[in-house]
C-alpha cells in the first residue's frame, strides 16, 4: 500500500510512525522544509527498513498513491488568537491546498484524510475545487473519545457504552446522549455541560502545550490500523453531503461512514432524537456561515 503525508509537524512525523509500525510498503513525505523531512525519513528508516520511505522535493514528483493525509498547519497559537479560531487556520490551510491543486491533480492522492483545521471546512472545499471525490476530515472520533471522558468523569450513568458524535468537529459537536444515556436522564443543560467541559479541557491543552498531540494520534490508531488492514467498520468522518442526511445536504460534516474492506461504502443511517436533530441542523447552519467566512 502506497500512503503520502503532506505536512510533517509533531502529528505527521506521529502517523508516519505508526504507518510504519502497521506495515505500509510505501511512504511518501512531503514538507515545507526538504533537510527535515530528509532526516525524517532517515529516522523513520532505522524502524523498518523494509518500507520504502520517499521525500519528494516537489509534489510533481509523486505516483498515484492509495491514501494521502493532509497533516499541515501554518498556525502559531499565541494569547491573542482564540483557541478555536477556524478562520485564520482555515485561509491557511486553505491556501496550501490550493497551491497543491495547482500542481498536481488530487486523483494522484487516492482517499484523502484531512487531519488538518477545519476539517470541515478543507473537505467541502477540497471535494467543490479540487475534484476530491474521495476525501474524509477526521475530527469525530476524537470528540467522541473526549466526551466519553467528560460523562465518566461526571459519573453519569449509562446504558451503552457506543458514543457517536456527529456535526462540526469541535465546539459545534453533537453528542449523540439519546444512544448513551438514559432519556430520563437527558435534558438540553446535559448536552451544554458535556460540550463545554470537554471544550474546556482543549482549551487548557492549547494555552499550556499548543496544539494536541497525544489524544489525536490515539484517535487515529484505531482508524489507520482498520483501514491499512482493510476490514469492515463504520466511523464518524467528515464527509461532503451529495444528498440529504437529517435534513441537511451540500456541505461536509461529521456523519457516520461505513467502510467494507477498507473501502468507504454510504452513509450510515442511525436515529437519533429530535433535540438532537435540532442541534445537527444548528451545526451544519454555522458550519455555513463559517465557510463562507473563510472563504
Known amino acids: ?12 512525523g506521529g502517523i508516519a510512525h505508526k504507518l510504519l509500525q502497521l506495515g505500509v510498503s510505501e511512504l511518501y513525505l512531503y514538507g515545507n522544509s526538504y533537510d527535515k523531512t530528509i532526516g525524517l525519513a532517515f529516522d523513520l528508516n ?10 519528494l522535493r516537489s509534489i510533481k514528483d509523486l505516483p498515484e498513491v492509495d491514501y494521502t493525509f493532509f497533516t499541515f498547519s501554518k498556525l502559531k497559537w499565541n494569547d491573542s488568537i482564540s483557541v478555536n479560531d477556524r478562520i485564520i487556520d482555515g485561509k491557511n490551510n486553505l491556501k496550501i491546498i490550493s497551491t497543491l491543486a495547482n500542481e498536481i491533480s488530487f486523483e494522484y492522492f487516492g482517499t484523502i484524510i484531512i487531519v488538518s483545521n477545519p476539517v470541515d471546512i478543507l473537505t467541502r472545499f477540497c471535494y467543490e475545487n479540487c475534484g476530491s471525490s474521495k476525501v474524509f476530515g477526521f475530527g469525530n472520533s ?53 460540550n463545554k467541559e470537554t471544550f474546556i479541557r482543549t482549551q487548557e ?6 496544539i494536541p498531540f497525544h489524544a489525536p494520534l490515539f484517535a487515529l490508531e484505531t482508524f489507520l490500523t482498520q483501514l491499512l488492514n482493510k476490514k469492515s467498520f463504520t466511523i464518524t468522518l467528515s464527509t461532503y453531503l451529495n444528498d440529504t442526511w437529517c435534513g441537511v445536504k451540500g456541505l461536509a460534516i461529521g456523519v457516520p461512514v461505513e467502510f467494507e474492506n477498507g473501502n468507504d461504502s454510504r452513509f450510515s443511517k442511525i436515529e437519533i432524537s429530535e433535540f438532537e436533530q435540532e442541534l445537527f441542523f444548528n451545526s451544519a447552519n454555522e458550519l455555513k456561515k463559517v465557510y463562507q467566512s473563510v472563504l
Open 1 to 12: 500500500m502506497k500512503v503520502l503525508i503532506i505536512g510533517l509537524g509533531k502529528l505527521g
Open 46 to 55: 532505522e524502524i523498518d527498513i523494509k518500507c520504502k520511505v520517499v521525500v
Open 142 to 194: 476524537l470528540d467522541e473519545v473526549r466526551v466519553n471522558n467528560s460523562i465518566s468523569k461526571n459519573a453519569i450513568e449509562r446504558v451503552s457504552n457506543e458514543l457517536i458524535c456527529l456535526g462540526e468537529h469541535g465546539k459545534g459537536i453533537v453528542p449523540i446522549l439519546s444512544r448513551t444515556i438514559a432519556a430520563d436522564k437527558l435534558n438540553p443543560a446535559l448536552y451544554e455541560k458535556l
Open 205 to 210: 491543552i492549547i494555552k499550556n502545550t499548543s
